[in-house]
T-cell receptor, first 115, second 115 residues
Framework: AQSVAQPEDQVNVAEGNPLTVKCTYSVSGNPYLFWYVQYPNRGLQFLLKYITGDNLVKGSYGFEAEFNKSQTSFHLKKPSALVSDSALYFCAVSPLSGGYQKVTFGTGTKLQVIP | SQTIHQWPATLVQPVGSPLSLECTVEGTSNPNLYWYRQAAGRGLQLLFYSVGIGQISSEVPQNLSASRPQDRQFILSSKKLLLSDSGFYLC??????????????FGPGTRLTVL
């Protein structure tokens, strides 16, 4: 069965500093990986995804994520954090194969950017 | 462009009362549709998914049911609500087809409080 781990319940970072939100996964075969962001009392918004190709994926709002197959990780990064980045971030994984595939979400990491 | 609507936005219901939450998608045809519950503002639990009209798959045995009477309409129901049904309910859609279409697009959510 596939799974996603987000080991940090909360990440605090000062505004202007780089941020990293960690994610590791387990899936049979090659993975299809996602990051989503959720603001309070809102639905999740898609940030970026990895299918194949370049291990560094660029997404919305200046975020990027690095796929590391040997470490089964897909950490979310941003060079310079903004206060407006404060939100709940979810990593998700799906097996990369044909037909309908269920996506498994992590438990979320709360990012707090301190002014 | 595609949009997804959910209503109501908030709902307060007594224990034992019925429930009907509605989700509709515009701007796409034959979407895959999903109902999630998010408890305590954290992890997402997949409740139901549907790949077509009248086709419902249940992920977790529970007090809830789902129906898809039209291509772009997905309804979550209960005959008798329990306290444990409280939570934030999210509807999502993906385009149908192969594995490269699994980005999920979420609605704004319904906050359900059962008293």
């Amino acid at each position: 069965a596939q799974s996603v781990a987000q080991p940090e319940d909360q990440v605090n970072v000062a505004e202007g500093n780089p941020l990293t939100v960690k994610c590791t996964y387990s899936v049979s075969g090659n993975p299809y990986l996602f990051w989503y962001v959720q603001y309070p009392n809102r639905g999740l918004q898609f940030l970026l995804k990895y299918i194949t190709g370049d291990n560094l994926v660029k997404g919305s709002y200046g975020f990027e994520a690095e796929f590391n197959k040997s470490q089964t990780s897909f950490h979310l990064k941003k060079p310079s954090a903004l206060v407006s980045d404060s939100a709940l971030y979810f990593c998700a994984v799906s097996p990369l194969s044909g037909g309908y595939q269920k996506v498994t979400f992590g438990t979320g990491t709360k990012l707090q950017v301190i002014p | 462009s595609q949009t997804i609507h959910q209503w109501p936005a908030t709902l307060v219901q007594p224990v034992g009362s019925p429930l009907s939450l509605e989700c509709t998608v515009e701007g796409t045809s034959n979407p895959n549709l999903y109902w999630y519950r998010q408890a305590a503002g954290r992890g997402l639990q997949l409740l139901f998914y549907s790949v077509g009209i009248g086709q419902i798959s249940s992920e977790v045995p529970q007090n809830l049911s789902a129906s898809r009477p039209q291509d772009r309409q997905f309804i979550l129901s209960s005959k008798k609500l329990l306290l444990s049904d409280s939570g934030f309910y999210l509807c999502a859609w993906t385009t149908s087809g192969g594995p490269y279409t699994d980005t999920q697009y979420f609605g704004p959510g319904t906050r359900l409080t059962v008293l």
